[in-house]
């Protein structure tokens, strides 16, 4: 976890997994590098916000896998859910609901799926298709402590693989490209970005 320059509350929180996703941002805004999975980024949230003064919003910018072909380019997130966690055994078990699909920033968004794994299984890539356009390691989490937190959070993904068994080759090809669209898509939608 690394947190650049002070939070306030007036202003937003870039919130990112890793350096080589922020390498392109040229701003005076806090930046929070949270490490990759979900357990990085829900402690590494958790705990920087525990710590205040709460920003205005979180902004989540960051790469993700297309689930669906054709998908490329920065997309907004409406809706984020989890994929590795059993939440109908739960249910059956407790008779709760662990994990329930959570709506951030755009309503009109696409689907994020987030879990533990890098996906590069096709198998895999089918059967979360049947229910997301898209695929990280690090929305869930953050979805959750924000909204523990009662700041308003946006989920901003640039498509960097697609999900399937060159995942892992194509983003280490395409992280750098997908940072400079982040970058740039912040540049023109963050307020006090410069």
Not at 11 to 18: D, E, G, Q, T
Request: overall charge negative; glycine content about 10%; aromatic content about 4%.
């Amino acid at each position: 976890m690394h947190l650049g320059r002070k939070m306030t509350g007036d202003r937003p929180l870039l919130v990112l997994a890793v350096q080589e996703e922020a390498q392109y941002l040229d701003t005076s805004l806090p930046v929070l590098l949270t490490g990759m999975g979900k357990v990085n980024a829900a402690t590494a949230l958790a705990a920087t916000l525990a710590r205040g003064p709460l920003p205005s919003e979180i902004i989540n910018l960051g790469t993700a896998g297309a689930l669906r072909p054709g998908l490329s380019g920065t997309h907004l997130v409406g809706t984020v859910t989890q994929h590795d966690l059993d939440s109908a055994t739960l249910r059956a078990l407790t008779g709760q609901t662990y994990g329930p699909p959570l709506t951030v920033g755009d309503p009109g968004g696409l689907t994020l799926a987030t879990g533990d794994s890098f996906i590069s299984d096709e198998t895999d890539r089918a059967r979360l298709a049947e229910h997301a356009s898209l695929v990280d390691m690090e929305g869930y989490a953050l979805a959750t402590a924000a909204q523990q937190a009662g700041v308003p959070l946006r989920i901003v993904k640039h498509v960097s693989d697609d999900a399937g068994e060159e995942a892992a080759r194509s983003w280490r090809e395409t992280v750098a490209q997908c940072a400079r669209a982040l970058a740039d898509w912040a540049h023109h939608n963050v307020p006090f970005y410069a």
